[in-house]
């Protein structure tokens, strides 16, 4: 192989990951939209203080731990769990949002730019 077969090759290749990707998007963006049809900045913010509201409710938690100078009982590091895992699934969601954001899976009403004319 010469380097021009090598580089005819690699450029091959990534016009089929550009198209492979292209398709992934598309996919994304059709499923996507029948189930989240309308995002803005509110209910984007929306999302994140409730996100941040579950990491205050485990934080709250996690500090009362021990604050009567006893071992915490099972019942409390069992609410403290279930409060971690509330605050992780939402955070995981909220990441999982913005990185379909990034990718272009999903529009934000607000970041909607009109093209002008000259």
Known sequence: MTAN?????LMEQQHFLDEIEQGIR???REIIHKYV?????DNILALAVAVGKLRARYLEAAFRLGMDGRSPK?????????LRLMYEEA???FDALLDAIQK???NVQDFA?????P
């Open 74 to 82: 099972r019942t409390v590091i069992k609410e403290l769990a279930q």
């Open 91 to 93: 955070r995981n969601a």
């Open 5 to 9: 077969d090598d580089y005819r090759s």
């Open 37 to 41: 049809p309308e995002l803005s900045r």
């Open 104 to 106: 272009g899976y999903v």
């Open 113 to 117: 730019v009109e093209k002008k004319l």
């Open 26 to 28: 598309f996919a994304n």
